[in-house]
C-alpha cells in the first residue's frame, strides 16, 4: 500500500496512455496554455460525473481537435471541416441513445461550418456543441477566424481586421438565441479560475440536458491560444478578458425548462404494407392474352397542354399494357415545362423487352392540342394514326403519311358533365383502334387510378361514359387499322 | 406482382427492401422524388428521412449515420453530386458504406434539368480528393433502380465503400413495370461503427493520418480493396454479340436506345451486337476484351463529350477502332440515328 490516497486525478474519461498518438504517449500535443487542454478537462469530467461514458461518442473536428480521439476513451468520429453539426444529426439520429459531443473551433464552426451549425441548432437536434472561440485559426498558423476582433492582426488580416474589408466578429450564441428550437446556450471563457468554474458548470448543464433528452444544447468558450497570439499563458488570459469580453459579452442566452413540442407520430406500417408489396383488393390479376401474335407492340406520343392530362393518359395506357401482361414503358417530359406550357410523354406497349423508351416515330399520336398537332403530326409513322382533339384539322394542315381522326374529346367530355374526362373519351377511341387494351382492363385501371384519387362513383361513372363516347365516335367515324 | 413505378420511386422501393433506414437529401430535379419517395416510405418502416439543408450537409450526415453503422443513403444530381465530392472521399477514406444516386442532368453549370451522362469522369473516376473510388452500378430501366440500389447496398457494405448508382434523368423520370420480391437483404455484423454503446467505445471513425508511412499503408489498403472489387465485381450485359461485326457500346439509357438500334442494324442486314457495362466501376474490362476478339469495329455511343469511350479504348488498346458518337444537352440519340450513323459510316470508305 501507498502511503498517500490519490483525491484529484485525470479524469477516467480521458485514455491513460494515449496510444492513438505517434509519439509521446503521455502527453497532448496542444501548446502550453492552450484552452483545449482545460476545455477537454471539462467536458470529460462532465461525462464522467454524468455517467456517460459508454454512451458518448465525440464527433470531432478539423482544426487543433482534430486528434481528440487521441483523448477520449469514448466512441469517436473525426468530421470534415465545418461538418460536425450534420454528422453528429446522423449519428445521434442512429443512435437516439446515445450522447453526441460535436466540438468545434471558430473557423470549423463559424465559417466553413455556418450552414451546418445553424439548421442543426434550427432542427434542434438532441446534441451538445463546444465552441470553442479563440478568435484565430490556430492549427492552420493564425489566419483570420470569422470571431477575429476588430484591429486584430492575423497572418491573412496583417493591417489588422478592417471591418470595412472583412466585416466584424460574429456572434455565434447570440446568432443561435434567434433560433426557436435550441433549449441551452451559454457563452464562457477561461480567462481566470472563476469564470473556468462557470464554464465547467454550463459543460456540464449541457451535457445534463441531453441526458434527460432535451434538445440542442451549446456551449460557446472564449478560449486562450498562446502561441498563435504570440504571449505567454497569462497575458494570453489576460487577452480574453481585457479584449474578447467587450465584444463576447458572457452569460446565459437560453435556458429553456419548458417541454417541447411533440410532433404527431406517423403511422407504422410493415414493409410490405409500406411499399405495397401486397396486391390491391380492386386490381385484377395481370390478363395474358395468348391469342396475341409475337412481336405486337405499339409506341405512343401524348401531347398537349399541362393540365389536359396528357401524362395520366399515358399512364392509364401503360397501366393498362402492364395489366394485359405486356412490358410498358412511360417516359415523360418533365421540368418547369409541365406548368408553363406543353407536356407529352412517350409509351410504349410490346411484347418483347423494349429498348429505347425514346420513341422517334409513334404508331399513335393523341394531340390534344393544335401546338402538339403541328409539332408532333410529322413524326407519326408511315400509316399511323393520329387522334386529334378537335372536330376539325388547322385550315390548310395535312398529314400525307397517318390517318387523321379529329375526335373533339372536350366537347365530349362537356357534355358528359366535365372537361377532365376528355383525356379518358380519347382513350376509348383509341381502344377502339387497338386489340393490345380491353375494356374490362380499361375500366380496372380506371378506377384503381382515377377513381381512388377522386374518392367518387360519379367520377368513375364519367370516366365509363368517357370512354363509352370515345369508342361510339371512332365507331362512327372510321373502321380500325392498326394491328 | 408488377406496379408501374417511376425509376426514382423503384430506388427507394429496393433501399429499403435491402434494410436502409436512413435517408439524408436535398432536392434537385430530376431526382427530387427520390426524397419524396423516401419521405413517405421511410418514417412508417421506422426508419429516418431528413431534408439536409444542402447535399453538403446531406453528405456528412449521411457520413454520421454510416459512421453508426446503418444503411443510409442519399441521392441528387450532377450539381448536388458537385458538392458532395468532399463528403464522398470522406467517406470513402473513414471506410464508410453508403449509397449515393446520382440521377444526371445536363451540365456543367446549371445547364438543364434534361438527361445526360457527363458526370462519369466525377462519379467513375473520383471527382473528389485523393486515391479513392466509387462502386458505380449503371440501371438501365426502372426493374434495375431498385435491383441495382439493393446490390449497392450489399456493394457499400462488402467493400466498405461508397457505391453510386449513376444514373440519368430519363430512368430516374419514367415508368415501368417493377417486381419486388420479398427477399430482404441483411446489413453485415458492422463491429467497427460507433454506436454511443460499451461495445462500440473502442472505436474510432477517421480519415486522418498524418504520417506519411501511415497514411501510404492505408492508401495500399484502399487500393487492395479496389484490386478485389475489379476481380470479383465486373457485370455487363450483351446482346446478340455471338456474331457480331459491329459492337455497340453504351451503358444506362443509352443502351436500352442501341438495344433498339441493334435490331435496326441487323434488319438492314448489319451484323450488329451491345455490350453494355452494367459496373462502370470496376469497368467489365476482360468480359469487353473478349467481346471484341471478332468484330471489326466498336462504336461507342454517350452522352456526353466522350468520357466512358476512353475506358473503352484503354481495355481494347487499339486492337480494334473504336469509334465514337455522342449527344449532349439533355438530347438523347435516338435508336434511328445511331443506325443511320453507322450505315453512313460503313458506306464510307475507311480513311
Same mark, same amino acid.
Given at each position: 500500500?501507498?502511503?498517500?490516497?490519490?483525491?484529484?486525478?485525470?479524469?477516467?474519461?480521458?485514455?491513460?496512455?494515449?496510444? !492513438?498518438?505517434?509519439?509521446?504517449?503521455?502527453?497532448?500535443?496542444?501548446?502550453?496554455?492552450?484552452?483545449?487542454?482545460?476545455?477537454?478537462?471539462?467536458?470529460?469530467?462532465?461525462?464522467?460525473?454524468?455517467?456517460?461514458?459508454?454512451?458518448?461518442?465525440?464527433?470531432?473536428?478539423?482544426?487543433?481537435?482534430?486528434?481528440?480521439?487521441?483523448?477520449?476513451?469514448? *466512441?469517436?468520429?473525426?468530421?470534415?471541416?465545418?461538418?460536425?453539426?450534420?454528422?453528429?444529426?446522423?449519428?445521434?439520429?442512429?443512435?437516439?441513445?446515445?450522447?453526441?459531443?460535436?466540438?468545434?473551433?471558430?473557423?470549423?464552426?463559424?465559417?466553413? *461550418?455556418?450552414?451546418?451549425?445553424?439548421?442543426?441548432?434550427?432542427?434542434?437536434?438532441?446534441?451538445?456543441?463546444?465552441?470553442?472561440?479563440?478568435?484565430?485559426?490556430?492549427?492552420?498558423?493564425?489566419? =483570420?477566424?470569422?470571431?477575429?476582433?476588430?484591429?486584430?492582426?492575423?497572418?491573412?488580416?496583417?493591417?489588422?481586421?478592417?471591418?470595412?474589408?472583412?466585416?466584424?466578429?460574429?456572434?455565434?450564441?447570440?446568432?443561435?438565441?434567434?433560433?426557436?428550437?435550441?433549449?441551452?446556450?451559454?457563452?464562457?471563457?477561461?480567462?481566470?479560475?472563476?469564470?473556468? =468554474?462557470?464554464?465547467?458548470?454550463?459543460?456540464?448543464?449541457?451535457?445534463?440536458?441531453?441526458?434527460?433528452?432535451?434538445?440542442?444544447?451549446?456551449?460557446?468558450?472564449?478560449?486562450?491560444?498562446?502561441?498563435?497570439?504570440?504571449?505567454?499563458?497569462?497575458?494570453?488570459?489576460?487577452?480574453?478578458?481585457?479584449?474578447?469580453?467587450?465584444?463576447?459579452?458572457?452569460?446565459?442566452?437560453?435556458?429553456?425548462?419548458?417541454?417541447?413540442?411533440?410532433?404527431?407520430?406517423?403511422?407504422?406500417?410493415?414493409?410490405?404494407?409500406?411499399?405495397?408489396?401486397?396486391?390491391?383488393?380492386?386490381?385484377?390479376?395481370?390478363?395474358?392474352?395468348?391469342?396475341?401474335?409475337?412481336?405486337?407492340?405499339?409506341?405512343?406520343?401524348?401531347?398537349?397542354?399541362?393540365?389536359?392530362?396528357?401524362?395520366?393518359?399515358?399512364?392509364?395506357?401503360?397501366?393498362?399494357?402492364?395489366?394485359?401482361?405486356?412490358?410498358?414503358?412511360?417516359?415523360?417530359?418533365?421540368?418547369?415545362?409541365?406548368?408553363?406550357?406543353?407536356?407529352?410523354?412517350?409509351?410504349?406497349?410490346?411484347?418483347? !423487352?423494349?429498348?429505347?423508351?425514346?420513341?422517334?416515330?409513334?404508331?399513335?399520336?393523341?394531340?390534344?392540342?393544335?401546338?402538339?398537332?403541328?409539332?408532333?403530326?410529322?413524326?407519326?409513322?408511315?400509316? *399511323?394514326?393520329?387522334?386529334?382533339?378537335?372536330?376539325?384539322?388547322?385550315?390548310?394542315?395535312?398529314?400525307?403519311?397517318?390517318?387523321?381522326?379529329?375526335?373533339?374529346?372536350?366537347?365530349?367530355?362537356?357534355?358528359?358533365?366535365?372537361?377532365?374526362?376528355?383525356?379518358?373519351?380519347?382513350?376509348?377511341?383509341?381502344?377502339?383502334?387497338?386489340?393490345?387494351?380491353?375494356?374490362?382492363?380499361?375500366?380496372?385501371?380506371?378506377?384503381?387510378?382515377?377513381?381512388?384519387?377522386?374518392?367518387?362513383?360519379?367520377?368513375?361513372?364519367?370516366?365509363?361514359?368517357?370512354?363509352?363516347?370515345? !369508342?361510339?365516335?371512332?365507331?362512327?367515324?372510321?373502321?380500325?387499322?392498326?394491328? | 406482382?408488377?406496379?408501374?413505378?417511376? #425509376?426514382?420511386?423503384?430506388?427507394?422501393?429496393?433501399?429499403?427492401?435491402?434494410?436502409?433506414?436512413?435517408?439524408? #437529401?436535398?432536392?434537385?430535379?430530376?431526382?427530387?422524388?427520390?426524397?419524396?419517395?423516401?419521405?413517405?416510405?421511410?418514417?412508417?418502416?421506422?426508419?429516418?428521412?431528413?431534408?439536409?439543408?444542402?447535399?453538403?450537409?446531406?453528405?456528412?450526415?449521411?457520413?454520421?449515420?454510416?459512421?453508426?453503422?446503418?444503411?443510409?443513403?442519399?441521392?441528387?444530381? %450532377?450539381?448536388?453530386?458537385? $458538392?458532395?465530392?468532399?463528403?464522398?472521399?470522406?467517406?470513402?477514406?473513414?471506410?464508410?458504406?453508403?449509397?449515393?444516386?446520382?440521377?444526371?442532368?445536363?451540365?456543367?453549370?446549371? #445547364?438543364?434539368?434534361?438527361?445526360?451522362?457527363?458526370?462519369?469522369?466525377?462519379?467513375?473516376?473520383?471527382?473528389?480528393?485523393?486515391?479513392?473510388?466509387?462502386?458505380?452500378?449503371?440501371?438501365?430501366?426502372?426493374?434495375?433502380?431498385?435491383?441495382?440500389?439493393?446490390?449497392?447496398?450489399?456493394?457499400?457494405?462488402?467493400?466498405?465503400?461508397?457505391?453510386?448508382?449513376?444514373?440519368?434523368?430519363?430512368?430516374?423520370?419514367?415508368?415501368?413495370?417493377?417486381?419486388?420480391?420479398?427477399?430482404?437483404?441483411?446489413?453485415?455484423?458492422?463491429?467497427?461503427?460507433?454506436?454511443?454503446?460499451?461495445?462500440?467505445?473502442?472505436?474510432?471513425?477517421?480519415?486522418?493520418?498524418?504520417?506519411?508511412?501511415?497514411?501510404?499503408?492505408?492508401?495500399?489498403?484502399?487500393? %487492395?480493396?479496389?484490386?478485389?472489387?475489379?476481380?470479383?465485381?465486373?457485370?455487363?450485359?450483351?446482346?446478340?454479340?455471338?456474331?457480331?461485326?459491329?459492337?455497340?457500346?453504351?451503358?444506362?439509357?443509352?443502351?436500352?436506345?442501341?438495344?433498339?438500334?441493334?435490331?435496326?442494324?441487323?434488319?438492314?442486314?448489319?451484323?450488329?451486337?451491345?455490350?453494355?457495362?452494367?459496373?462502370?466501376?470496376?469497368?467489365?474490362?476482360?468480359?469487353?476484351?473478349?467481346?471484341?476478339?471478332?468484330?471489326?469495329?466498336?462504336?461507342?455511343?454517350?452522352?456526353?463529350?466522350?468520357?466512358?469511350?476512353?475506358?473503352?479504348? $484503354?481495355?481494347?488498346?487499339?486492337?480494334?477502332?473504336?469509334?465514337?458518337?455522342?449527344?449532349?444537352?439533355?438530347?438523347?440519340?435516338s435508336a434511328e440515328e445511331v443506325r443511320d450513323h453507322l450505315l453512313q459510316r460503313m458506306a464510307a470508305p475507311v480513311a
Open positions: 500500500m501507498s502511503d498517500y490516497q490519490v483525491t484529484h486525478s485525470k479524469s477516467r474519461v480521458f485514455y491513460d496512455v494515449f496510444e !492513438r498518438k505517434p509519439e509521446l504517449k503521455h502527453q497532448t500535443h496542444y501548446c502550453p496554455g492552450c484552452g483545449h487542454g482545460v476545455a477537454h478537462k471539462l467536458v470529460a469530467e462532465a461525462i464522467e460525473e454524468l455517467g456517460l461514458q459508454e454512451r458518448t461518442i465525440f464527433v470531432s473536428p478539423v482544426g487543433c481537435s482534430v486528434f481528440a480521439y487521441y483523448y477520449f476513451d469514448v *466512441g469517436n468520429v473525426q468530421a470534415a471541416h465545418g461538418r460536425c453539426p450534420a454528422v453528429a444529426t446522423g449519428v445521434k439520429r442512429a443512435c437516439p441513445e446515445s450522447i453526441v459531443v460535436a466540438y468545434q473551433g471558430d473557423g470549423d464552426l463559424a465559417a466553413i *461550418g455556418t450552414a451546418e451549425i445553424l439548421h442543426a441548432a434550427n432542427r434542434g437536434e438532441k446534441i451538445t456543441v463546444f465552441f470553442i472561440n479563440n478568435a484565430i485559426y490556430g492549427m492552420t498558423g493564425g489566419q =483570420m477566424a470569422p470571431t477575429t476582433l476588430v484591429g486584430q492582426k492575423s497572418t491573412t488580416s496583417p493591417w489588422g481586421r478592417r471591418p470595412g474589408n472583412e466585416g466584424y466578429p460574429l456572434h455565434v450564441a447570440e446568432l443561435l438565441a434567434t433560433l426557436e428550437a435550441p433549449v441551452y446556450i451559454e457563452r464562457v471563457a477561461l480567462c481566470d479560475n472563476k469564470n473556468t =468554474m462557470k464554464a465547467r458548470k454550463a459543460v456540464r448543464k449541457a451535457l445534463e440536458l441531453q441526458k434527460n433528452g432535451a434538445g440542442f444544447t451549446f456551449v460557446e468558450i472564449l478560449s486562450p491560444c498562446p502561441t498563435i497570439w504570440k504571449m505567454d499563458p497569462l497575458d494570453a488570459r489576460r487577452w480574453i478578458e481585457e479584449k474578447m469580453l467587450p465584444v463576447f459579452p458572457l452569460g446565459v442566452l437560453r435556458d429553456r425548462t419548458t417541454p417541447q413540442v411533440e410532433d404527431s407520430a406517423i403511422p407504422q406500417r410493415t414493409m410490405a404494407e409500406a411499399l405495397e408489396l401486397e396486391p390491391l383488393e380492386a386490381e385484377a390479376a395481370e390478363l395474358k392474352h395468348a391469342q396475341k401474335a409475337a412481336g405486337h407492340s405499339l409506341a405512343l406520343n401524348m401531347a398537349g397542354f399541362g393540365g389536359q392530362g396528357v401524362l395520366l393518359l399515358g399512364q392509364i395506357v401503360a397501366e393498362m399494357g402492364m395489366r394485359e401482361g405486356l412490358e410498358v414503358s412511360w417516359l415523360p417530359s418533365y421540368g418547369p415545362e409541365m406548368r408553363s406550357g406543353s407536356a407529352h410523354c412517350h409509351v410504349c406497349l410490346a411484347e418483347e !423487352r423494349i429498348g429505347s423508351p425514346l420513341i422517334t416515330h409513334p404508331d399513335v399520336l393523341i394531340a390534344m392540342n393544335e401546338i402538339s398537332l403541328r409539332k408532333f403530326a410529322p413524326q407519326v409513322k408511315r400509316g *399511323g394514326l393520329i387522334l386529334y382533339n378537335r372536330s376539325a384539322l388547322p385550315e390548310g394542315f395535312s398529314v400525307p403519311q397517318a390517318r387523321v381522326v379529329c375526335v373533339p374529346a372536350s366537347d365530349l367530355a362537356d357534355q358528359i358533365g366535365t372537361a377532365k374526362v376528355a383525356n379518358v373519351v380519347l382513350l376509348g377511341a383509341l381502344m377502339a383502334e387497338s386489340e393490345l387494351l380491353t375494356q374490362e382492363c380499361a375500366i380496372a385501371v380506371l378506377e384503381s387510378t382515377v377513381g381512388t384519387k377522386a374518392k367518387g362513383a360519379a367520377l368513375i361513372e364519367m370516366n365509363r361514359r368517357a370512354l363509352e363516347a370515345g !369508342r361510339e365516335f371512332m365507331k362512327k367515324a372510321a373502321t380500325p387499322v392498326l394491328h | 406482382m408488377r406496379q408501374l413505378t417511376k #425509376g426514382n420511386v423503384a430506388v427507394v422501393k429496393g433501399a429499403i427492401l435491402a434494410g436502409c433506414r436512413a435517408y439524408y #437529401g436535398y432536392p434537385i430535379t430530376p431526382a427530387s422524388e427520390i426524397a419524396e419517395a423516401a419521405a413517405l416510405y421511410l418514417p412508417q418502416v421506422g426508419g429516418t428521412f431528413l431534408q439536409a439543408e444542402s447535399e453538403v450537409s446531406a453528405i456528412n450526415m449521411v457520413y454520421g449515420a454510416s459512421s453508426a453503422g446503418v444503411r443510409v443513403m442519399t441521392a441528387s444530381s %450532377g450539381p448536388g453530386l458537385s $458538392l458532395m465530392q468532399e463528403g464522398l472521399s470522406y467517406l470513402a477514406a473513414a471506410e464508410l458504406p453508403c449509397v449515393v444516386v446520382d440521377v444526371v442532368r445536363g451540365g456543367p453549370g446549371l #445547364g438543364n434539368i434534361a438527361p445526360e451522362q457527363s458526370d462519369y469522369f466525377a462519379i467513375v473516376k473520383g471527382g473528389g480528393h485523393g486515391c479513392y473510388r466509387n462502386l458505380v452500378l449503371a440501371p438501365a430501366s426502372v426493374q434495375e433502380m431498385a435491383d441495382l440500389t439493393m446490390l449497392a447496398f450489399e456493394l457499400a457494405d462488402r467493400y466498405r465503400n461508397p457505391a453510386v448508382v449513376l444514373t440519368d434523368g430519363f430512368i430516374g423520370q419514367m415508368m415501368e413495370p417493377l417486381e419486388l420480391h420479398a427477399h430482404i437483404s441483411q446489413a453485415p455484423e458492422k463491429p467497427w461503427a460507433v454506436r454511443g454503446t460499451p461495445e462500440t467505445r473502442p472505436n474510432v471513425v477517421t480519415s486522418i493520418h498524418l504520417e506519411p508511412d501511415t497514411l501510404e499503408a492505408h492508401v495500399r489498403k484502399l487500393e %487492395g480493396k479496389y484490386k478485389l472489387a475489379e476481380k470479383l465485381e465486373p457485370r455487363f450485359e450483351t446482346y446478340r454479340t455471338e456474331d457480331a461485326d459491329v459492337l455497340l457500346v453504351g451503358y444506362g439509357i443509352v443502351s436500352r436506345v442501341l438495344r433498339s438500334t441493334v435490331d435496326q442494324l441487323r434488319e438492314r442486314g448489319v451484323r450488329a451486337g451491345l455490350f453494355r457495362p452494367v459496373t462502370l466501376y470496376p469497368f467489365p474490362a476482360r468480359a469487353l476484351k473478349q467481346e471484341v476478339d471478332d468484330v471489326r469495329l466498336v462504336q461507342v455511343v454517350e452522352m456526353s463529350t466522350g468520357m466512358m469511350v476512353e475506358d473503352v479504348r $484503354l481495355t481494347i488498346e487499339g486492337r480494334v477502332p473504336v469509334e465514337f458518337y455522342s449527344r449532349v444537352g439533355g438530347n438523347v440519340p
